[in-house]
């Protein structure tokens, strides 16, 4: 999705911001499309209304986690954006601080709130499939309807599964898991599934966005495990992919955000997440990324709303007990490596 900054690197990134500016705010964010959004239009307003210089530390979730637990005690991120999954980690291992009230937060739908009040969801995605549908029809392939499909021999070679550290590559072994008998509690039926029959289709268990667009672009995979905005993102720059809800059910993923810990309190860090849930900066998020919006108060033109899950389509999509997957995601992070990605 992004490429890994090591802490040497890392370091410096922070060293230099701190040298060319005196108040400055580190936000750990999704890589790809979802930075150049950030860089491009919605941080700039925020700078000029708060007088603050933000600097983008890029990175998956995994990667985010990392360097909160690698800074624990002392972290240098002020806010940072995760998938759902890993926000509740977060949360659990004390990263996230408590949101201050402000108004935004009373238009806000219920599904964007967590009940620990440390984080809030600033975008609804799904986890489904995604096919390239320039290579789909140079073939006389009919579009993919389900789950299923990712074991088709047809695809051999071309298929994109995202490694589990990944949330959609996670939410895809969940949904196969229970496809097969299992669940959350015993996702065994998944990897055996994986590895019997999906894994000799796959290409590349890369989970960078930025890759995995390269790929599509290229005509390397014809179908992916990926998610609708990231599809919708990658549309818009005139690759021609299409997101499909597979019958079985597409998976419903939060885009969240928290202001990170500290030993003081960081009003600016509070302030980018309230700017984040604005109505304004909300229609961004839905226009380029491809996610339904959180604020009531958005107004979304036809053709963007015509984009993005509405409130049936959220309803009816899969939903996954996070509570009981990070309990277990080590150890499946460790199968995985050992029986998947060998």
Same mark, same amino acid.
């Given at each position: 999705?992004?490429? =890994?900054?090591?802490p040497?690197?890392?370091?410096?990134?922070?060293?230099?911001?701190?040298?060319?500016?005196?108040?400055?705010?580190?936000?750990?964010?999704?890589?790809?499309?979802?930075?150049?959004?950030?860089?491009?239009?919605?941080i700039?307003?925020?700078?000029?209304?708060n007088?603050?210089?933000?600097?983008?530390?890029p990175?998956?979730?995994?990667?985010?986690m990392?360097?909160?637990?690698?800074?624990?005690?002392?972290?240098?991120?002020?806010?940072?954006?995760?998938?759902?999954g890993?926000?509740?980690q977060?949360?659990?291992?004390?990263?996230?601080?408590?949101l201050?009230?402000?108004?935004?937060?009373?238009?806000?739908?219920?599904?964007?709130?967590?009940?620990?009040?440390?984080?809030?969801?600033?975008?609804?995605?799904?986890?489904?499939?995604?096919?390239n549908? =320039?290579?789909?029809?140079?073939?006389?392939?009919?579009p993919?309807?389900?789950?299923?499909?990712?074991?088709?021999?047809?695809?051999? $070679?071309?298929?994109e599964?995202?490694t589990?550290?990944?949330?959609?590559?996670l939410?895809?072994?969940?949904?196969?898991?229970?496809?097969?008998?299992?669940?959350?509690?015993?996702?065994?039926?998944?990897?055996?599934?994986?590895?019997?029959?999906?894994?000799?289709?796959?290409?590349?268990?890369?989970?960078?966005? $930025?890759?995995?667009?390269?790929l599509?672009?290229?005509?390397?995979i014809?179908?992916?495990?990926?998610g609708?905005?990231?599809?919708?993102?990658? =549309?818009?720059?005139?690759?021609?992919?299409?997101?499909?809800?597979?019958?079985?059910?597409?998976?419903?993923?939060?885009?969240?955000?928290?202001?990170?810990?500290?030993?003081?309190?960081?009003?600016?860090?509070?302030?980018?997440?309230?700017?984040?849930?604005?109505?304004?900066?909300?229609?961004?998020?839905?226009?380029?990324?491809?996610?339904?919006?959180?604020?009531?108060?958005?107004?979304?033109?036809?053709?963007?709303?015509?984009?993005?899950?509405?409130?049936?389509?959220?309803?009816?999509?899969?939903?996954?007990?996070?509570?009981?997957?990070?309990?277990?995601?080590?150890?499946?992070?460790?199968?995985?490596?050992?029986?998947?990605?060998?």
């Open positions: 999705m992004r490429k =890994r900054i090591v040497i690197m890392l370091a410096g990134v922070f060293a230099a911001a701190q040298a060319h500016a005196e108040t400055t705010l580190y936000v750990g964010a999704f890589g790809g499309s979802f930075e150049q959004l950030l860089r491009e239009k919605i700039p307003p925020f700078e000029k209304a007088n603050v210089k933000v600097v983008v530390v990175g998956d979730s995994t990667t985010t990392a360097r909160l637990q690698a800074q624990k005690g002392k972290q240098n991120l002020d806010v940072v954006f995760l998938d759902d890993p926000m509740y977060a949360i659990q291992l004390g990263f996230c601080d408590t201050t009230d402000a108004p935004v937060y009373k238009n806000l739908y219920d599904v964007a709130r967590f009940k620990s009040n440390k984080a809030v969801t600033i975008g609804l995605d799904a986890t489904g499939l995604v096919y549908e =320039r290579l789909f029809a140079a073939k006389g392939w009919a993919p309807t389900s789950w299923h499909d990712l074991a088709d021999p047809r695809y051999k $070679g071309k298929v599964f995202p589990i550290s990944n949330g959609y590559g939410q895809t072994l969940i949904v196969l898991a229970h496809l097969n008998g299992g669940s959350e509690q015993n996702i065994q039926p998944g990897f055996d599934t994986v590895k019997a029959s999906i894994a000799p289709n796959v290409l590349s268990f890369d989970p960078s966005p $930025g890759k995995i667009s390269e599509f672009q290229s005509d390397s014809a179908l992916a495990a990926w609708d905005g990231r599809s919708q993102a990658l =549309r818009n720059q005139g690759v021609p992919v299409k997101f499909v809800a597979p019958k079985e059910g597409a998976v419903v993923l939060g885009l969240s955000m928290c202001p990170v810990k500290h030993d003081a309190p960081n009003d600016l860090a509070q302030k980018f997440v309230q700017f984040s849930l604005s109505p304004e900066v909300q229609a961004l998020y839905a226009d380029e990324e491809g996610v339904a919006p959180v604020n009531k108060q958005t107004q979304l033109p036809p053709a963007v709303a015509a984009r993005v899950p509405g409130p049936s389509a959220v309803a009816n999509m899969r939903k996954v007990d996070w509570d009981a997957i990070n309990d277990k995601r080590a150890t499946w992070t460790q199968q995985w490596n050992r029986d998947v990605e060998r």
